[in-house]
């Protein structure tokens, strides 16, 4: 499971191009940058795709590699769209990994004992804090119409067109209930986060 | 695709959901891909949706969390007022039906116990008729056949077969003597050795006119035919009887006549 903690937005001292191009040179330091500056989503992305997180970080892994080569290489045509060639990578791993058949197989021995993640102690304790934070957005939405939203929009995932016309929402309205709610829990989880 | 757009259009929840379009999804994910800012609201997004699903499978009753009814495009409100009204109305026919159906069975319990009633009645008289005539003394001349009235004790007249010329003269030989009261009276038929299957035989006056024909008449071992008749069939006269046999083939022979004169004492 993935921790929600926020980190720290990267350093943004060079552009795509700027990045590209100082690979090309072959400065390991903007390898690293590479590195650290798409991780997170490279890795979002092909885990939203494999479901798996070993997977996800092999093909991860595999990504920065053939796109490291690749920049190396000159192979990279344009410099300024360097994340839409590193995301056309890593989603075709990931597609390529589907696509092979299955290399690994289920555990038959009945006498193997393999963990159940549900007891994993730290998984429960963000799930509790997770479930703390929403009752708290939750009871301190004054309006059941706003309430309501987050119901329709985020659990029964009902048209925002739909919602907001039902309730009679405007688009602004609309964004902003979900912008409050999504905000007000994410503080609340992160204060969580910091007393645990 | 900016923030602006992405805010606009809920691009991130979308995503999150898979809700947008492979091109749109692309497009996206070129841009978060180097966005710290559409990450983190990524991960908020599915963390809030993870946990407003846990919180709904957990605990129903959170405030704006309760399991609705799917929609249809009609307001929950007027979809629940339908609903209800649809829910009085068959109510209030079933109840009427039911009425309706309880007095049409209570008429039917009514009519049922009122012919149960008379037949009670009817039975309890017969019993006592029963009863009483069970009780009344054996009368002397009650061997009367019930079906007919006549005594069961019969006169029996046994009858020659006549030759060609004994019907002149004084008339018939063989007399039958009745009295008036009711009775039977057998006429007992010499078949003279004839050896029919089954014998026919037709009674007439002696002016010629039929009175009585029956078929299939079957002999008795003794090689006599026994033909039984009310008393009251016969006045006072002279009667002439023509009995014929059946043969093997089917055909009828002449198998005799008869011919006596009845008389009825006074």
Same mark, same amino acid.
């Given at each position: 499971?993935?921790?929600?903690?926020?980190?720290?937005?990267?350093?943004?001292?060079?552009?795509?191009?700027?990045?590209?191009?100082?690979?090309?040179?072959?400065?390991?330091?903007?390898?690293?940058?590479? &590195?650290?500056?798409?991780?997170?989503?490279?890795?979002?992305?092909?885990?939203?795709?494999?479901?798996?997180?070993?997977?996800?970080?092999?093909?991860?892994?595999?990504?920065?590699?053939?796109?490291?080569?690749?920049?190396?290489?000159?192979?990279?045509?344009?410099?300024?769209?360097?994340?839409?060639?590193?995301?056309?990578?890593?989603?075709?791993?990931?597609?390529?990994?589907?696509?092979?058949?299955?290399?690994?197989?289920?555990?038959?021995?009945?006498?193997?004992?393999?963990?159940?993640?549900?007891?994993?102690?730290?998984?429960?304790?963000?799930?509790?804090?997770?479930?703390?934070?929403?009752?708290?957005?939750?009871?301190?939405?004054?309006?059941?119409?706003?309430?309501?939203?987050?119901?329709? &929009?985020?659990?029964?995932?009902?048209?925002?067109?739909?919602?907001?016309?039902?309730?009679?929402?405007?688009?602004?309205?609309?964004?902003?209930?979900?912008?409050?709610?999504?905000?007000?829990?994410?503080?609340?989880?992160?204060?969580?986060?910091?007393?645990? | 695709?900016? $923030?602006?757009?992405?805010?606009? $259009?809920?691009?991130?929840?979308?995503?999150?959901?898979?809700?947008?379009?492979?091109?749109?999804?692309?497009?996206?994910?070129?841009?978060?891909?180097?966005?710290?800012?559409?990450?983190?609201?990524?991960?908020?997004?599915?963390?809030?949706?993870?946990?407003?699903?846990? =919180? =709904?499978?957990?605990?129903?009753?959170?405030?704006?969390?309760?399991?609705?009814?799917?929609?249809?495009?009609?307001?929950?409100?007027?979809?629940?007022?339908?609903?209800?009204?649809?829910?009085?109305?068959?109510?209030?026919?079933?109840?009427?039906?039911?009425?309706?159906?309880?007095?049409?069975?209570?008429?039917?319990?009514?009519?049922?116990?009122?012919?149960?009633?008379?037949?009670?009645?009817?039975?309890?008289?017969?019993?006592?008729?029963?009863?009483?005539?069970?009780?009344?003394?054996?009368?002397?001349?009650?061997?009367?056949?019930? =079906?007919?009235?006549?005594?069961?004790?019969?006169?029996?007249?046994?009858?020659?077969?006549?030759?060609?010329?004994?019907?002149?003269?004084?008339?018939?030989?063989?007399?039958?003597?009745?009295?008036?009261?009711?009775?039977?009276?057998?006429?007992?038929?010499?078949?003279?050795?004839?050896?029919?299957?089954?014998?026919?035989?037709?009674?007439? $006056?002696?002016?010629?006119?039929?009175?009585?024909?029956?078929?299939?008449?079957?002999?008795?071992?003794?090689?006599?035919?026994?033909?039984?008749?009310?008393?009251?069939?016969?006045?006072?006269?002279?009667?002439?009887?023509?009995?014929?046999?059946?043969?093997?083939?089917?055909?009828?022979?002449?198998?005799?006549?008869?011919?006596?004169?009845?008389?009825?004492?006074?």
């Amino acid at each position: 499971m993935e921790m929600t903690s926020v980190e720290g937005p990267p350093s943004r001292q060079t552009g795509p191009r700027e990045l590209a191009l100082r690979i090309q040179a072959g400065e390991p330091a903007a390898e690293a940058e590479l &590195f650290e500056r798409y991780r997170r989503g490279v890795s979002t992305i092909v885990h939203r795709m494999v479901r798996d997180s070993c997977i996800a970080d092999d093909l991860c892994q595999d990504t920065f590699r053939l796109v490291l080569e690749k920049v190396r290489r000159g192979e990279l045509r344009d410099p300024q769209k360097l994340s839409g060639f590193i995301c056309n990578i890593a989603r075709y791993l990931a597609i390529e990994h589907l696509r092979q058949p299955r290399r690994t197989q289920p555990l038959k021995e009945p006498g193997l004992s393999v963990p159940d993640p549900k007891l994993d102690p730290l998984s429960t304790l963000i799930e509790r804090e997770k479930m703390r934070a929403i009752r708290q957005v939750l009871q301190e939405m004054s309006l059941a119409r706003d309430r309501e939203v987050l119901r329709r &929009f985020y659990l029964e995932e009902e048209a925002k067109e739909s919602i907001c016309a039902d309730l009679a929402l405007s688009s602004l309205q609309f964004n902003r209930v979900v912008f409050r709610a999504r905000e007000r829990f994410r503080e609340l989880y992160q204060q969580g986060g910091k007393r645990q | 695709m900016d $923030h602006t757009y992405i805010k606009e $259009h809920n691009v991130v929840e979308r995503y999150e959901m898979d809700k947008l379009t492979p091109a749109e999804s692309a497009c996206f994910e070129e841009h978060f891909v180097d966005c710290p800012e559409c990450q983190s609201q990524l991960t908020t997004a599915r963390d809030l949706r993870q946990a407003l699903r846990a =919180a =709904a499978t957990e605990n129903g009753n959170l405030p704006g969390l309760k399991a609705t009814s799917p929609r249809i495009g009609v307001p929950v409100s007027r979809l629940a007022a339908a609903s209800s009204a649809a829910c009085l109305v068959l109510l209030m026919v079933t109840v009427v039906f039911l009425v309706r159906e309880t007095l049409h069975l209570q008429r039917q319990l009514s009519q049922a116990n009122d012919a149960s009633r008379a037949l009670r009645q009817r039975y309890e008289a017969e019993r006592q008729s029963n009863t009483e005539r069970q009780q009344q003394p054996t009368q002397p001349g009650d061997q009367n056949d019930s =079906a007919s009235g006549l005594p069961v004790i019969a006169s029996v007249f046994a009858l020659d077969i006549t030759r060609g010329d004994e019907s002149g003269g004084s008339g018939p030989a063989d007399r039958v003597v009745l009295s008036k009261s009711p009775q039977w009276v057998v006429l007992s038929l010499d078949l003279n050795g004839n050896h029919f299957q089954s014998y026919r035989a037709t009674l007439a $006056h002696s002016g010629g006119e039929a009175l009585w024909k029956a078929g299939g008449l079957t002999p008795a071992r003794t090689n006599t035919l026994g033909l039984t008749f009310p008393s009251g069939f016969f006045r006072q006269g002279d009667y002439f009887l023509t009995l014929e046999g059946q043969s093997r083939q089917g055909s009828y022979a002449v198998a005799g006549h008869y011919s006596f004169r009845v008389t009825i004492k006074p």
